[in-house]
């Protein structure tokens, strides 16, 4: 296993400290900025040996140079992105696996939100940081790729085991369930996550982790290839990129 330390940070951004309590390895993930991730080291006694970054936007990256100077960790992030992520010292592609303590993390490549964007799973652990590809009953905008792209992304991250733990960057759930429900009104599992987040919400609470299960039952973006969706967003075609694209649409205006 490994422990996860979220920090709010920003308007609505995550940092994820992810720790081996076995080796000692700590990875940030997506690390905004630096001083709240000195703060969950300060106070957990941990020592950061990883950053991962999952694309290049500064709200996820704006931290990176700091606590590489401060902590010496190792910098991974996306070939792709080397021209405009500083630091990285792992450049990974689709399919790589980096060594963090005795877990192994699995890059997989989801373009769509950015050209470059990789996710990273933790494959004993079942522990997914989509960064702003996936989000709790969402999914990120699509600002450098096409609509197909984003949708073979996303069942690339769907095709994960339904266990997984999703921690996605953005704290967004309220109002990604509030469009949810605009696209599949009597979808139960939907109003039922859409239920528990308004209560965790106003207690305080994080939405985060959801798991793959969840998602897949209650998210539109990952079912858009689902005929009951389809029916539900009085969209139907063969062609599921195009009903995720509309869905995608509808979100931008909403
Ligand atoms: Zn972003
Ligand atoms: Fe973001």
């Known amino acids: 296993m490994v422990e996860v330390e979220q920090t ?44 991962l970054c999952t694309h290049h936007h500064g709200d996820h990256v704006g931290g990176v140079m ?20 500083l630091g990285i010292d792992i450049e990974v ?27 990273y799973f933790f494959r004993e652990a079942q522990v997914l940081f989509p960064g702003d590809c996936l989000f709790s009953l969402g999914c990120g905008r699509v600002f450098e790729g096409t609509a197909e792209q984003m949708w073979r992304s996303l069942c690339k991250l769907r095709a994960l085991p339904d266990d997984t733990r999703v921690y996605p960057a953005h704290e967004y759930t309220n109002a990604n369930a509030d469009f949810a429900l ?30 793959m299960a ?12 689902d005929p009951v969706l389809q029916a539900a967003a009085g969209l139907d075609g063969p062609d599921a990129a195009a009903v995720f694209a509309e869905i995608r649409r509808r979100k931008d205006c909403f």
């Not at 969840?214 to 290839?225: G, M, T, V, W, Y």
């Open 182 to 211: 605009t696209i599949d009104p009597e979808n139960a599992a939907l109003h039922a996550r859409a239920d528990e987040v308004l209560a965790l919400r106003e207690a305080g609470r994080s939405s985060l982790p959801s798991t």
């Open 93 to 119: 592609k689709d399919g790589d696996h980096v060594a963090i303590g005795r877990h192994t993390v699995r890059v997989l490549s989801v373009p769509g939100h950015t050209a470059g964007h990789v996710a």
């Open 8 to 51: 709010p940070v920003l308007t609505d951004n995550y940092v994820h400290v992810v720790h081996d309590p076995e080796t000692g390895a700590t990875a940030a993930v997506d690390p905004a900025v630096a001083p709240p991730v000195f703060d969950v080291l300060d106070r957990r006694g941990w020592q950061l040996s990883h950053i």
């Open 66 to 85: 700091d606590l590489k100077q401060a902590s010496g960790a190792t910098v991974v992030g996306a070939l792709a992105d080397a021209h405009r992520i």
């Open 214 to 225: 969840s998602e897949k039952a209650a998210n539109p973006f990952l079912r858009a290839d």
